[in-house]
């Protein structure tokens, strides 16, 4: 992981700041994490011991999925929904990041717009200022899965990759992120506020009630509750909604895609491979599959 990037985090044991030597991050105050041979770097607190992220089988069938693009529409939105930024070094943070499918697309962009300098052909959101002034993007993947971190080490040397719990205090440092991305994942309003930089915008992505839903009982999937926009809110005190957008396709998806996309879900934990297998049969093949999801940016009231 480089070194700017260890510069972000800090201490879950004391919460000063890290720096990398060598191969170790450190704090102020001694307390030492080696970088795992992957390269990414565990900061779970100790208390967070035995919580359980997505399983190897699951972040596998994720990262399949995800490969196959009938996600891209959510990460087009994601990349439509970036507000102006203005830092030199652009820093996103993904909480629950998975296989930072989403991080990476959102920094490829904003690398492209880096590139094109104040080029018309990329999202006007986008703030555009002469190129030689702008630093690359840089991210932060967050997830409480080594299986997912493992991933994430590999995807981008601008990702660095970190296992940590949504649902403690995030090993990152104050006010150091302009756009925190949290898709399907915990959300934990107070980190995520301490993180963003004053002004940073949150970028959430929600399932709509007709996510999935060809898919939800015949598969015995956890459906989405009509109660999920109130949910949404409550979740997210001390934000303001400032923008959403609807995001909806049809997948038209064979066995093995449907296989990779209960894989990948919670389900997954519920439902015994041969059981899901068999279910799978009685569908059509292929089947069309509705995505179908909320985008939102909240900033902080
Ligand atoms: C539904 S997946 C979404 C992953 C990724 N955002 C994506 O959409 O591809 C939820 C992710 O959150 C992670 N996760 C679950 N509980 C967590 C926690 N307490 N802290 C951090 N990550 C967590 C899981 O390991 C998993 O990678
Ligand atoms: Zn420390």
Same mark, same amino acid.
């Given at each position: 992981?480089?070194?700017?990037l ?13 720096e990398?030597?060598?191969?170790t991050?450190?704090c ?10 992957q390269?990414?770097?565990n900061?779970?607190p $100790?208390?967070?011991?035995? %919580?359980?992220?997505d399983s190897?089988?699951?972040v596998?069938a994720?990262?399949?999925?995800l ?8 990460r087009?939105a ?10 030199a070094?652009p ?15 959102v ?6 717009q880096?590139?094109?300098?104040a080029s018309?052909?990329v999202?006007?959101a986008?703030?555009?200022?002469p ?8 991210g %932060? ?6 299986y ?10 601008a990702i660095?990759?970190v ?12 006010g ?5 991305l949290d898709?399907f994942?915990?959300?934990?309003a107070g980190?995520?506020a301490?993180v963003?930089t ?17 898919l939800?009982d015949?598969?015995?999937?956890v459906?989405?509750?009509?109660e999920?926009e109130? /949910?949404l809110v ?6 303001d /909604?400032?923008g959403?957008r609807?995001?909806?396709?049809t997948?038209?998806?064979?066995h ?10 919670? $389900? ?15 569908l ?17 009231a």
């Amino acid at each position: 992981m480089r070194a700017d990037l260890v510069s972000v985090l800090r201490c879950p044991v004391c919460a000063d700041g890290l720096e990398l030597t060598d191969r170790t991050a450190r704090c102020g105050q001694g307390h030492a994490y080696d970088l795992a041979k992957q390269g990414y770097l565990n900061l779970l607190p $100790s208390a967070s011991n035995g %919580i359980e992220g997505d399983s190897a089988e699951m972040v596998e069938a994720r990262s399949v999925f995800l490969a196959q693009g009938w996600y891209e529409p959510i990460r087009e939105a994601l990349i439509e929904s970036l507000p102006p930024i203005t830092s030199a070094a652009p820093l996103v943070v993904e909480v629950g990041a998975g296989t930072a499918y989403y991080l990476a697309g959102v920094l490829e962009a904003g690398n492209k717009q880096h590139a094109e300098g104040a080029s018309s052909n990329v999202p006007s959101a986008i703030h555009t200022r002469p190129a030689a002034q702008l630093s690359t993007w840089r991210g %932060i993947a967050v997830d409480v899965s080594r299986y997912a971190a493992r991933r994430a080490a590999k995807v981008d040397a601008a990702i660095g990759s970190v296992v940590g719990d949504a649902w403690r205090e995030l090993p990152v440092r104050d006010g150091v992120a302009d756009v925190v991305l949290d898709v399907f994942a915990p959300r934990n309003a107070g980190e995520m506020a301490r993180v963003l930089t004053p002004g940073g915008t949150l970028l959430v992505v929600t399932p709509n009630q007709a996510h999935l839903g060809e898919l939800i009982d015949v598969l015995g999937m956890v459906s989405v509750d009509g109660e999920k926009e109130r /949910r949404l809110v409550e979740s997210l005190a001390g934000f303001d /909604r400032v923008g959403q957008r609807v995001v909806e396709s049809t997948m038209r998806l064979d066995h093995g895609a449907i296989e990779q996309l209960v894989g990948m879900t919670p $389900s997954a934990r519920h439902v015994d491979k041969q059981a899901r297998s068999e279910r799978i049969g009685v569908l059509a093949d292929p089947t069309d599959v509705t995505l179908s999801v909320t985008v939102s940016s909240w900033r902080t009231a």
